[in-house]
């Protein structure tokens, strides 16, 4: 008996299986310092990328939606919402490009995608399948343990966080890939079709950890129709 709970408590503490987190979302209440989710990823060595997502959320300042950081930099794959209209700032290893008149109204779920590809160093965002500019970032290896935070900016791993760049709000179907995803593809993702979950990144087999108030809920993203 004692042996046994020992067992599962090592289970618990080490291993916790993927979760299939398909028409889940995460709820996240409270602006803090704290409510996060960490996501594990496989993999730690990139030369090109893809993060995909969908969020909601009715915050005018400039917040987080995705933050990457390991031990080399604190802003290895960050995507932040500026302050203001319509831009969004992606940031690979520190290389920061700017992404302006993009759609942002409060209260509406958007997918959001970025990609990035070490070779070119270009980086794009793709807002609901619609694509922006193609800018200069990152040209080089991703390489280092990278730590995946939702809900704060890192400044360092798992640490340095701000409220004021906390997000709040809801986010669902979070995927990465350690490619460029085609413009078919990312369109296949913004309007919810088949497309081929990330390799590195997986909503349905997500391995994951939650620090303070971060609520799972059924998504509300597709209404009744789903
Ligand atoms: C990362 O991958 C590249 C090949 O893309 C390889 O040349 C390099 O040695 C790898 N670096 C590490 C630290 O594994």
């Not at 060595?45 to 893809?50: E, K, P, R």
């Not at 400039?62 to 794959?77: C, E, H, K, L, P």
């Not at 290893?93 to 779920?109: A, C, V, Y």
């Not at 993702?189 to 979950?197: G, K, V």
């Amino acid at each position: 008996m004692q042996l046994l709970l020992i067992a599962s408590v090592l289970f618990t503490a080490c291993c916790a299986a993927p979760q299939d987190l398909s028409g889940k979302m995460f709820t996240f209440p409270v602006e803090s310092k704290v409510a996060r989710a960490r996501l594990l990823p496989s993999g730690n060595n990139f030369t090109s990328a893809t993060v995909c997502l969908r969020f909601f959320t009715d915050l005018t300042r400039n917040y987080a939606i995705f933050s990457t950081a390991s031990t080399v930099n604190s802003n290895d794959f960050l995507i932040f919402k500026n302050a203001d209209k319509g831009s969004f700032l992606v940031n690979i290893r520190s290389q920061s490009s700017t992404f302006n008149g993009l759609p942002d109204e409060p209260n509406t779920w958007y997918s959001i995608c970025s990609t990035w590809d070490s070779n070119s160093g270009l980086v794009q965002v793709w807002i609901n399948g619609n694509p922006s500019t193609r800018k200069i970032g990152f040209k080089g290896n991703l390489v280092g343990e990278l730590n995946i935070v939702l809900g704060q900016e890192q400044d360092s791993v798992d640490g340095g966080f701000n409220a004021k760049q906390s997000f709040v709000g809801m986010i669902t179907d979070v995927h990465m890939w350690d490619y460029v995803l085609s413009a078919c593809e990312i369109q296949r993702f913004a309007n919810d079709l088949n497309f081929t979950p990330g390799d590195v990144i997986n909503w349905r087999a997500l391995d994951f950890t939650i620090v303070g108030d971060v609520v799972i809920e059924d998504s509300q993203t597709n209404g009744c129709f789903h």
